[in-house]
Nanobody, 114 residues
Framework: QVHIVESGGGLVQPGGSLRLSCVAD????????MAWFRQAPGKQRELVAE???????NYADFVKGRFTISRANAKRTVYLQMNNLQLDDTAVYYC????????WGQGTQVTVSS
């Protein structure tokens, strides 16, 4: 059983920042491609950012320049630094580990509201 646990969500005003963390209870974490997805009410889950095993990163256009994904392999943790948050960033943010198979966390709520 693989456990993926996200944390760091919360309520923030527009323009604010949050840092999400995801701890993946997997062996050989350094070999895993990791990603953050989000799902807003009534919408499909969408990719936010990914960081592959060689630390190459990819971002959705809507977060480029605002969000940064990083990883700490020794801690089996991936981070998502989110700056200049906007109302449209409100969603449940999910961490995904691997590609085949994939493992998902339960998500952490991010609410951007004035």
């Amino acid at each position: 059983q693989v456990h993926i646990v996200e944390s760091g969500g919360g309520l923030v005003q527009p323009g604010g920042s949050l840092r999400l963390s995801c701890v993946a209870d997997v062996s050989l974490f350094n070999l895993y491609d990791m990603a953050w997805f989000r799902q807003a009410p009534g919408k499909q889950r969408e990719l936010v950012a990914e960081i592959i095993a060689d630390e190459t990163t990819n971002y959705a256009d809507f977060v480029k320049g605002r969000f940064t994904i990083s990883r700490a392999n020794a801690k089996r943790t991936v981070y998502l630094q989110m700056n200049n948050l906007q109302l449209d960033d409100t969603a449940v943010y999910y961490c995904r580990a691997g590609r085949e198979p994939v493992y998902w966390g339960q998500g952490t709520q991010v609410t951007v509201s004035s």
